[in-house]
């Protein structure tokens, strides 16, 4: 077998398979998706794996949490012995510096979490006896894992790690702070987290800086920006936790997030918004195409139906409506639920990026 492991949120899997299947095509590869639903993984099969792997770079995936490269499937493993097999597999594979191992993000998956941290305790020597895994961990090679679908079934895989999700599942672990105002809160913490690398978020959240938060209600993006030193004005016609009010960076404004706009430029906008992706898509469009802002993070959220569909069509119109040329990364994050979540920012030129000379 050759091609992708993908790991997605459970029930989006035929949306996946559709971006995989679109993905795969467009780059004038050829194969399948190989998926059942509410299993929380596609199989993207085809001829040349390394040509798909390049191809399909992981942070232009939408609704993949995770992209491995398949190695081989082992559907009927011995429970008395499940490691001979792997070995077997992985002889020709080269050497890795880690081992993962891991189950989808699923109702049948979770019960094979004590299995898989058994099986990995023993696999690990038998891997560095065998030369296949480094005795410490070595960011430099590419990591083997190992995903459990059930007691006798198990997919091996690899990543590098510069094109994958550095944690287990591609889930970050985000603990809810008790004096959060809501559960959004963490949407937008794992937005910062996966859409931006550590020189954009070094560089695009510096103290003082000034955001809008539209259809802010109860604060939780506004709260979550002001912890990074950012001052916001919060546009709602609803109320505000008093905990985001607490933080003294944030001024709340009863106003329609929908027609309200800054009496100057801004560095952030972001937007948690329920209604039309389309309607939403078009606006924040018009903020990054009028300058209102220079960095943005909006939620679309998806229709019950057809959903890779309508994620494709409103990001075009975002693209196009904006009217200049702009980074733009998407993804359905662990604590999204029907939606996807954007960020966009103007691509940078190097004149652009000098200061401008004074005329005399």
Not at 56 to 84: G, H, M, V
Not at 169 to 185: D, F, V
Not at 325 to 350: C, K
Request: glycine share 6%.
């Amino acid at each position: 077998m050759d091609g992708l492991l993908c790991y997605c949120r459970q029930g989006f899997e035929p949306e996946l398979a559709a971006e995989l299947t679109e993905r795969a095509a467009m780059a004038g590869i050829a194969g399948y998706a190989r998926t059942e639903r509410d299993t929380g993984h596609v199989l993207f099969l085809c001829e040349d794996g390394a040509m798909l792997d390049r191809a399909l770079p992981f942070s232009t995936l939408i609704f993949a949490r995770q992209k491995l490269r398949l190695l081989a499937e082992l559907p009927r493993l011995d429970p008395n012995d499940r490691i001979t097999p792997m070995l077997a597999a992985l002889a020709d594979s080269g050497s890795f510096g880690e081992l993962v191992m891991e189950h989808p993000d699923s109702e049948a998956g979770k019960p094979l979490a004590g299995l898989a941290r058994s099986l990995g305790n023993a696999l690990r020597p038998a891997l560095r006896k065998a030369g296949l895994l480094r005795a410490q961990d070595d960011a430099r090679l590419p990591r083997l894992h190992v995903c459990l679908l059930a007691g006798s079934h198990a997919l091996l895989a690899s990543s590098r790690p510069n094109d994958s999700a550095p944690w287990p599942q591609g889930i970050p672990r985000l603990r809810m702070p008790p004096e959060a105002p809501s559960r959004s809160a963490l949407k937008l913490e794992e937005a910062l987290l996966v859409l931006l690398d550590a020189e954009e978020s070094a560089r695009l959240l510096k103290e003082g800086m000034v955001a809008a938060d539209l259809g802010a209600a109860p604060g939780g993006w506004s709260w979550v920006l002001a912890r990074h030193l950012l001052r916001v004005s919060a546009i709602d016609n609803g109320p505000l936790r008093q905990s985001v009010l607490d933080t003294g960076r944030v001024q709340h404004l009863r106003a329609d997030g929908f027609a309200w706009q800054p009496p100057h430029p801004l560095d952030w906008m972001v937007c948690d918004m329920v209604e039309q992706p389309r309607r939403v898509a078009e606006r924040m469009a018009t903020w990054l195409r009028e300058g209102w802002c220079r960095h943005a993070i909006f939620n679309l959220k998806l229709p019950m139906k057809k959903r890779w569909q309508e994620t494709r069509l409103c990001l075009e119109l975002f693209a196009q409506q904006a009217q200049k040329s702009l980074t733009i990364r998407a993804r359905q994050l662990y604590h999204d639920r029907e939606e996807i979540t954007v960020f966009a920012t103007p691509i940078t030129t190097r004149n652009e990026a000098l200061p401008r000379r004074r005329r005399d």
